[in-house]
């Protein structure tokens, strides 16, 4: 559950074994509580956090930061690994020229991240932390 000291909340796909490897990376090098990790995908999602819409945390990826600015797909990236001290790797992802091809692949991802999890991890879906092959 987020907390009102974290800098980030960061809304993330818990069947998505990719996702689940991003977000446990970002949690083992930010122990300070700047960011806070929700699965989108848990029963209590709706209801603590009716301000965001599934549907559209299910397309995109989502963040929210602590003054409330909602922030989606490659600018949650970029934000949560600064956070986590390593936006150096991510800083090419601001450059207005990368970003043009950037942004389309990401969504493209984004559309087709359980398949690519399968081809990448051999792992296509996760339930309640248990990823599973379909």
């Known amino acids: 559950m987020p907390t009102e000291s974290a800098a980030l909340t960061l809304f993330y796909d818990g069947y998505c074994p990719l996702c689940v490897h991003e977000v446990t990376q970002l949690g083992k090098l930010?122990?300070?509580?700047?960011?806070?990790f929700v699965d989108i995908q848990?029963?209590?999602?709706?209801s603590h956090f009716a301000h965001i819409d599934y549907q559209e945390a299910?397309?995109?990826?989502?963040g929210q930061r602590a003054d409330g600015q909602i922030l989606r797909g490659l600018d949650v990236t970029r934000y949560a690994?600064?956070?986590a001290g390593r936006g150096w790797l991510v800083a090419p992802l601001g450059w207005r020229w990368v970003r043009w091809l950037a942004d389309p692949l990401y969504l493209w991802f984004a559309r087709h991240r359980y398949r690519?999890?399968?081809?990448?991890?051999?792992q296509q879906r996760c339930d309640n932390g248990q990823c599973r092959r379909d």
């Open 81 to 83: 690994w600064q956070l």
């Open 42 to 46: 848990t029963a209590h999602f709706a």
């Open 116 to 122: 690519i999890s399968g081809w990448l991890t051999g």
């Open 58 to 62: 299910n397309r995109i990826l989502l």
């Open 30 to 36: 930010c122990r300070d509580g700047q960011i806070a």
